[in-house]
């Protein structure tokens, strides 16, 4: 499975950026993050069928996933960023013996995105 993210940058804060992720095939996904000097945490996922999706508190409300199943593809769309939004995203993909869960079977390599203040 390969997974492709994209769309990171360097973004003044409350303004908007959007990230992709191409997967090589069709699963539920999720968008991770890791700031500098901390564990990565989650900050929304998507269900296979595009339906449902779900967010951490921290972003709520501001970014919004969403899916193109016909292109395999998963977007989030991050609106008032903030400094502290600042880290490493990274798009995963999950089988479906883990859906329901946090628990990601493939990761993508990572985007960089940087909000100053």
């Known amino acids: 499975v390969q997974l492709q993210a994209s769309g990171g940058g360097l973004v003044q804060a409350g303004d908007s950026l959007r990230l992709s992720c191409a997967a090589s095939g069709r699963y539920a996904m999720g968008w991770f993050r890791q700031a500098p000097g901390k564990e990565r945490e989650f900050v929304a996922r998507i269900t296979w069928s595009g339906r449902s999706t779900y967010y951490a508190d921290s972003v709520k409300g501001r970014f919004t996933i969403s899916s193109d199943n016909a292109k395999n593809t998963v977007y989030l769309q991050m609106n008032r960023l903030k400094p502290e939004d600042t880290a490493v995203y990274y798009c995963?993909?999950?089988?479906?013996?883990?859906?329901?869960?946090?628990?990601?079977?493939?990761w993508g390599q990572g985007t960089l995105v940087t909000v100053s203040s």
């Open positions: 995963a993909a999950q089988e479906s013996a883990n859906w329901g869960t946090l628990k990601y079977d493939y």
